[in-house]
């Protein structure tokens, strides 16, 4: 889909921070893009990653809204309270991070409120990298919000029993049997949160589950091969697996 559009169409769209609901009905901030039109249009939930509600997750926001999707990204650390996504990420991690109550929570609201709007067509999708990885397998394994979901390198969705806390006191692998979506998993061979035998772990469980998934692997690339403000974007992995992530959310969500 990457320059497949007509140069003689009209293009726009909106991008702006709403408030939402979310867990225990807190009302939270949320950045949204949708394209301008009347739609109906399917929906993502963009589940953004450990570093915080960034600038890069509303690039990704308004890169899925160009290609026809009404896109909301919840601020999951917003009860950590408000300032840089560097100090509020750095406050959410020194109190232990965000549980995972609290994120599937947000993540149900944010699909409702999308649903919600008269030019959706009640098809949402889920994604996320880093934590944000890990956040959408877990929500799509214990919701039925969703009709798609891809986990871009999600780390710690296979957990050593040391390694659980209060905030996640499950591993997401061992949820696997409750994935009713089919999933996209996008994974770094250089990665090693998660390593390539984690990802191997959790094909594993989905095969044994027998879940409608697909992986792709790439070698040359580590963790957060699409951020493209830093060292570790990978620009040809990252535009082969942005086209992965097109061709699926087309395929599930239209």
């Known amino acids: 889909m990457w320059n497949q559009f007509n140069t003689a169409d009209y293009e726009g769209q909106i991008a702006e921070t709403v408030t939402i609901s979310g867990y225990n009905g807190d009302r939270i901030n949320a950045y949204m893009a949708r394209p301008l039109g009347s739609g109906p249009y399917p929906s993502i939930v963009l589940i953004h990653h450990l570093p915080g509600w960034d600038e890069l997750y509303r690039e990704f926001a308004r890169r899925f809204a160009h290609h026809g999707y009404v896109v909301c990204s919840p601020d999951l650390f917003a009860r950590f309270g408000q300032g840089t996504p560097d100090d509020i990420a750095s406050a959410a991690r020194g109190q232990g991070g965000v549980s995972d109550d609290s994120v599937l929570a947000d993540a149900e609201d944010t699909a409702a409120f999308l649903n919600s709007l008269p030019y959706t067509n009640g098809k949402v999708g889920i994604i996320g990298s880093c934590s944000g990885g890990r956040h959408s397998y877990m929500v799509a394994c214990r919701s039925n919000a969703f009709n798609a ?21 499950v591993a997401p692998i061992d949820l696997t049997e409750g994935l009713s979506t089919p999933l996209l998993g996008i994974f770094g061979n250089d990665d090693q949160a998660p390593p390539p035998h ?41 535009m082969d697996s942005w086209q992965k992530v097109f061709d699926f959310f087309g395929d599930k969500l239209s």
């Open 198 to 238: 984690e990802v191997d772990e959790l094909e594993e469980a989905l095969k044994q589950h027998g879940k409608d998934y697909e992986f792709h692997r790439y070698d040359g690339a580590g963790h957060g091969f699409w951020y493209h403000d830093r060292a570790i974007y990978r620009p040809e992995q990252a």
């Open 149 to 169: 979901v891809v986990d871009l390198w999600g780390g710690r969705v296979s957990m050593a029993p040391d390694t659980l806390t209060p905030q996640q006191p």
